[in-house]
């Protein structure tokens, strides 16, 4: 028989939790390939300048390799961004860490909170918020449309959920 400190309370257990990250195709291993096949094909490139004595364009070509470094390296920096939500019957938690690890948290009672979306016919949602007694928050602004329906989904049953309170048994499962 469980004891009052052991035993797991109905309103402790989480209907919904998740973290949201942003999507990103190409690993870092796979990046160091793609960069060395761009410098070798600048490389290739350049060559024929340099041996016709048009050597500036040779710095061009290294110019292009590092700007593609840059903007990828900022791309893996923009994807440690992250949102966790976990949603009890009393409480909504919203974790948001920017890429640069500021980390942000709300929490929200489910039943004064609504998900307020703006869709767009042709594209879907455009833009997901949490509101709740003045205060909005925008969630999963770095998902595509068809992922924010998904998620907007799951957290609108979730918060419905909990609107109908912590279900109680008396054989105790």
């Excluded at 797991?8 to 160091?32: E, G, M, N, W, Y």
């Excluded at 003045?134 to 799951?154: H, T």
Aim: proline fraction near 5%; hydrophobic fraction near 55%.
């Amino acid at each position: 028989m469980p004891t009052a400190e052991s035993a797991i309370l109905p309103s402790d257990v989480a209907l919904f939790a998740t973290r949201l990250q942003p999507h990103r195709s190409l690993r870092a291993a796979h990046f160091r390939l793609l960069l060395m096949a761009f410098l070798g094909a600048n490389i290739i490139t350049s060559l024929p300048f340099i041996f016709l004595g048009a050597w500036p364009v040779a710095g061009f070509c290294g110019l292009d390799v590092a700007l593609l470094y840059v903007a990828f390296k900022a791309n893996f920096r923009a994807a440690r961004a992250y949102e966790d939500f976990a949603v009890t019957p009393f409480e909504l938690f919203v974790v948001k860490v920017s890429a640069a690890g500021e980390r942000a948290e709300w929490r929200f009672n489910p039943a004064f909170v609504r998900l307020e979306r703006e869709e767009h016919e042709e594209f879907g949602i455009l833009r997901l918020a949490l509101v709740s007694r003045g205060l909005s928050l925008e969630v999963a602004d770095f998902l595509g449309p068809a992922e924010k329906a998904n998620f907007a989904g799951a957290l609108a049953r979730a918060l419905a959920e909990a609107r109908r309170g912590p279900r109680y048994s008396l054989d105790g499962k």
